[in-house]
């Protein structure tokens, strides 16, 4: 039995084990509100860039199903497994979330496990309420799902401890002030820490009139990988750690109400890279230097409300922090919501990537997503 078999099997077996337990005698007692519940997510897509292989494809994005509930009304828990993807692979089947939270007290729930990086409005969000084809450029780049520093993909999540809260409530009842401060291996999912350092997130939000937030982040850590060096002197070989630093900061702005959203975010980042995708090679990527930044503004509007909308997204990523290697994305496209659970979104994307020879090009992008 190949390993995609056991692991299958084994999710399988756990989510069928969790959603039978919540419905038996003694589980009431210490289980609420236990469900099962997931989504898939079907993508054709097309791209006119040249030397591209193929230029079009079919493909599943996304397939994943998890398991959350309450323990004694004060814990809250979440299972995530992603099914898709290449079995062997960092991007293959795996874990996503596994955390828990003890939510007794609004202003400071603490959570344990694997979970997202508390980095930005946009990497908490799930693929499907995030609105476009795919995370902006910015985030996937520097929230730890393809991040710059060569980490493998982590889908914007890592292991570690997280106390956040709300607070200061208006004579409506709701909430003026939000917080996020935790600590994080900083390897990313599923991998213990290499150079005993961590990764210290904070952020907070304020929040004066329904719907808007306006927000700032911090991230300081690094990431480390341990391979073999050779000294050019003396040809002796080792065993040896490196560390890459991760110091970054993001300015976030949201509304969102009444079915409109308008979301934009800049993120800046200091910290050398890995030049290879390999976990073992320590060869830093001097070309691209200490620094990066981007950002994204984005814009969904309704049609007919939660129904249809129409949106554009402009966004930017600089993996050197200046214009040269940019890479420039303007989109604009529409979805249609059939009912609750399945969505179809279809998207034209200008591209104009100066890091590569032939840097404008255009790319059609459709996507299908049920969710249960």
Known sequence: MNKMRKLY?????????MAANAQNGWSKDWFQNVKLSG??????????????????????????????????????????????GTPGSNSGPRILDAFLEWQKYDFARIKIGQFKRAFTFENPMTPIAQGFMG?????????????????????????????????????????????????????GTNTTDVDNKKDFIGGFWVMPIKGLRLGAFGWTGSYARKGT????????????????????????????????????????????????????????????????????????????????????????????????????????????IFFKHVKAQLEYIRVNDRSVSNSNYNMIDCQVSVSF
């Open 39 to 84: 989504y898939i997510i079907g993508e054709y897509q097309y791209s006119s860039q040249k030397d591209l292989t193929p230029h079009d494809k079919f493909s599943l994005r996304l397939v994943r199903m998890s398991v959350d509930g309450k323990i004694a009304n004060q814990f809250y828990f979440k299972i995530q497994a992603q099914l898709n």
């Open 135 to 187: 995370y902006g450029t910015v985030v996937s780049n520097l929230s730890g799902m393809t991040d710059r520093t060569g980490e493998h993909a982590s889908n914007g999540r890592d292991i570690g401890v997280q106390v956040q809260g709300d607070f200061l409530k208006n004579n409506a009842g709701r909430n003026l002030l939000h917080y996020q401060l935790a600590v994080y291996n900083g390897q």
């Open 229 to 336: 060096l050779t000294d050019a002197t003396t040809g002796v070989s080792s065993q040896q750690i490196v560390s890459v630093d991760k110091n970054r900061y993001a300015i976030s702005g949201e509304y969102a109400n009444n079915d409109w959203t308008f979301r934009s975010e800049y993120i800046h980042s200091q910290g050398k890279a890995f030049k290879n995708s390999s976990e073992t090679d320590l060869t830093i990527n001097e070309s691209i230097g200490d620094k990066s930044d981007g950002w994204y503004v984005a814009a969904i509007a309704p049609i007919q409300k939660d129904v249809c909308h129409v949106k554009a997204r402009y966004s930017s990523y600089r993996s050197d922090a200046t214009w040269g290697n940019s890479n420039n994305q303007y989109e604009i496209g529409a979805d249609y």
């Open 9 to 17: 099997i084994f999710i399988i077996f756990l989510f069928t084990m």
